[in-house]
């Protein structure tokens, strides 16, 4: 069965600081990844998408971007950090488009 | 552009009860699906159901069912027999076969023993 690992599950950076989250999934390939960020109390906002390694779409301009090194693997980063940056960010993957996707456990991040 | 509309920001239910959750979306194209997430406390988005516009019957899961009128472009979670663990928000979603789901604002339920 597959599954889907986010580290870390908590952070606290402060303002103008580096961020680096992965995300990896297990069993299966070639899957379609997804960063979504989620507001205290609201729903989700895709951030970006990979259809296969190296190949990054991004949703909505901002402070963040991704990278696929890997089949599996997927990096959400930042090289100065925000206080608008905090949320919770959660990592997606699908067999392919249209189909439903499953997430992981999810990074709260705090800026501070 | 799609929009998923979830009127209901909080719902009550007895344990045992069934209780259904709106989901109203806008889109003009003719081919898309809509999906129902579960988010408990604990922060994960877990996968509860699936309807494709040209499905023909409503889809169901054991204690889940999606109640779809399609000329009405609703699609409504329909949890039956509610147990405690079903508190949670619960999150409307669609996707026009690209790779992006587009929420709602979700419905918190709780329910009571």
């Known amino acids: 069965s597959q599954t889907i690992h986010q580290w870390p599950a908590t952070l606290v950076q402060p303002v103008g600081s580096p961020l680096s989250l992965e995300c990896t999934v297990e069993g299966t390939s070639n899957p379609n990844l997804y960063w979504y960020r989620q507001a205290a109390g609201r729903g989700l906002q895709l951030l970006f998408y990979s259809v296969g390694i190296g190949q990054i779409s991004s949703e909505v301009p901002q402070n963040l971007s991704a990278s696929r090194p890997q089949d599996r693997q997927f990096i959400l980063s930042s090289k100065k950090l925000l206080l608008s940056d905090s949320g919770f960010y959660l990592c997606a993957w699908s067999h392919d488009r249209g189909d439903e996707q499953y997430f992981g456990p999810g990074t709260r991040l705090t800026v501070t | ?113």
């Open chain 2, 1 to 113: 552009a799609q929009k998923i509309t979830q009127t209901q920001p909080g719902m009550f239910v007895q344990e045992k009860e069934a209780v259904t959750l709106d989901c109203t979306y806008d889109t003009s194209d003719p081919s898309y699906g809509l999906f129902w997430y579960k988010q408990p406390s604990s922060g994960e988005m877990i996968f509860l159901i699936y309807q494709g516009s040209y499905d023909q019957q409503n889809a169901t899961e054991g204690r889940y069912s999606l109640n779809f009128q399609k000329a009405r472009k609703s699609a409504n979670l329909v949890i039956s027999a509610s147990q405690l663990g079903d508190s949670a928000m619960y999150f409307c979603a669609m996707s026009l076969g690209n790779y992006k789901l587009s929420f709602g604002a979700g419905t918190t339920v709780t329910v009571r023993a």
